[in-house]
């Protein structure tokens, strides 16, 4: 893997489906709410608001250009999820994709499972090349044939056919959610995942759809006394008995599930004592996790709030190891944010395959790195401006007063309707995928 400094030295090119950004759309539905790699990041999925799933294939490197690393394309788009109602609620059930994780790849198909609010569903994507032909009971148009026409008896055979890519729904687990579903995350027993709502986290068997195991439940007897609810989860990347939740609070809880069948018990339980001078009517909204994410050792936990983005270490619970500032030059304006809802936002956080660099989303359509080895950070954009094929990036910066340079920008002008929430790291090399409302953007370090 190419060492971050080619991130930000050489920076990044971009490229896409055709010869630019991928443009999804325009309308509210086509708005991306989520984006993931597979385990060998040859394939990238994203869902949208409208409950559609797309899935990029990379292409195999060209031999005429060994240089040039393989492309994402289009392999494959679906309707995961339908809007519902909820008749004895009134309440009406957004088909919004929340969350897909894909499961490790076991023969030629393709595993993954999608959430909207309410259900999750497991896809199986699978190619098929050839059909089936010279059945006896029916014609080639499917229709059954008339039994007194058969006079011979036929062996069907296989007959090459246009590559066709198809998903189907293995599995729909539903009905086991109160709340809104924000979290899911397979275990690494691969038999079991769980779903996690604001107030519960459910634990389901792959083959069991009708009954899941409640392993955390937080809602209080009297629903008044309710003082934070869940916000994220993740189980650990190598031992099954272990994930993580957090809180909108600013806590997080590791939990072992042999100690205990309801894990309302922690084991481990992290937070850091809040500065009293930097107190406000903000600091608790702020404060709220809005993804936690293990790094693949498993050593570390890493959390993104408001402003921050946070390393801890799994053995010391009282502070984290290391704080990075996201976009601190908007403490200023948080009284303007939390008016027009932005304080709200929950961004995502991703580390790279080495978990020696993490990423994370802001707004203007910006996006961060921070290198834990040499404490550097970078401010790159995502924006139709430079998203030719092989455009560099270049770095930007904030102005947060006095005299503006000429490629800064001012705090003042940057657009909060542009933010990037949904980011993606390939598993193993430098390449990101960052959405922008409706815009996926594909971008990795630049090949000397």
Known sequence: VAGFGSLMQDVLWCFSQVKGTIDIGVTEADIISTVEFNHTGELLATGDKGGRVVIFQREQESKNQPHRRGEYNVYSTFQSHEPEFDYLKSLEIEEKINKIRWLPQQNAAYFLLSTNDKTVKLWKVSERDKRPEGYNLKDEDGRL????????????????????????????????HTYHINSISVNSDYETYMSADDLRINLWNFEITN??????????????????????AEFHPHHCNTFVYSSSKGTIRLCDMRTAALCDRHAKFFEEPEDPSNRS???EIISSISDVKFSHS??????????????WDLNMENRPIETYQVHDYLRSKLCSLYE???????FECVW???DSVIMTGSYNNFFRMFDRNTKRDVTLEASRENSKPRAILKPRKVCVGGKRRKDEISVDSLDFSKKILHTAWH??????????????????????
């Open 340 to 346: 027009n809802d932005c304080i709200f936002d929950k």
């Open 281 to 283: 009517f903000f600091s």
């Open 427 to 448: 598993p193993s090399e430098n390449i990101i995928a960052v959405a922008a409302t409706n815009n996926l953007y594909i971008f990795q370090d630049k090949v000397n």
């Open 145 to 176: 044939r008339d039994p007194s026409m058969i006079t011979m008896l036929r062996v069907p055979v296989l007959r090459p056919t246009d590559l066709m890519v198809e998903a189907t729904p293995r599995r729909v687990f539903a009905n086991a």
């Open 298 to 311: 498993g050593r570390y936990i890493m959390t993104r709030d408001y402003l921050t983005v946070k390393v």
């Open 211 to 232: 009954q899941s195991f409640n392993i955390v439940d937080i809602k209080p007897a009297n629903m008044e006394e309710l003082t934070e609810v869940i916000t994220a």
């Open 352 to 354: 790279n395959g080495s």
